[in-house]
């Protein structure tokens, strides 16, 4: 199994919690980002740089990912596109998307986008804080348990 992230959004705090995690359970991470990604050097860890544009780097995903993979994301429909082939979509606030909750989380996103586009400031998510980074941690945590290679 394989950790995929979607880099140019993801936290450096939660990265660095990652990359910890892929040396200590010999789990292999790509990070794919439309600009150099910073890695520690591993045979483990490698990056992918698309180019630029709007869902380049959500589409290398979902092409190169296989059921079973998890891949960490904000982004809403790549969690969508992630469930449907059989993967798993953790954010890095630690939420984990599923077929019970995507439906819903794609109708708030769709609801916001349409708030904004007509001149409604809804504002961001707050500051990533320790709970999120605990959530975070113990979600990867069970996902590694089941999934990750076994020494």
């Known amino acids: 199994m394989t950790i995929w992230i979607d ?3 993801c936290p450096g705090v939660v990265k660095d919690i990652l990359f910890r995690a892929a040396e200590r359970t010999a789990t292999e991470l790509v990070l794919v980002a439309n600009q150099p990604v910073r890695t520690p050097p591993s045979k483990l860890i490698r990056s992918i740089q698309v180019s630029a544009g709007a869902d380049v780097a959500d589409n290398e995903i979902v092409r190169r990912m296989d059921a079973g993979d998890l891949v960490i994301t904000s982004d809403i429909p790549l969690a969508s596109d992630v469930i449907d082939k059989g993967g798993l ?3 890095p606030r630690g939420e984990l998307f599923t077929r019970d909750n995507i439906r819903a989380r794609l109708n708030m996103r769709d609801f ?4 904004r586009g007509s001149g409604i ?3 961001g998510p707050p500051a990533l804080n320790q709970q999120d980074r605990q959530q975070f941690a113990n979600q990867l945590d069970r996902w590694l348990a089941k999934y990750a290679p076994r020494s």
């Open 7 to 9: 880099a140019d959004a």
């Open 89 to 91: 979509a953790l954010s």
């Open 112 to 115: 916001l986008d349409t708030l």
């Open 121 to 123: 400031q809804t504002g």
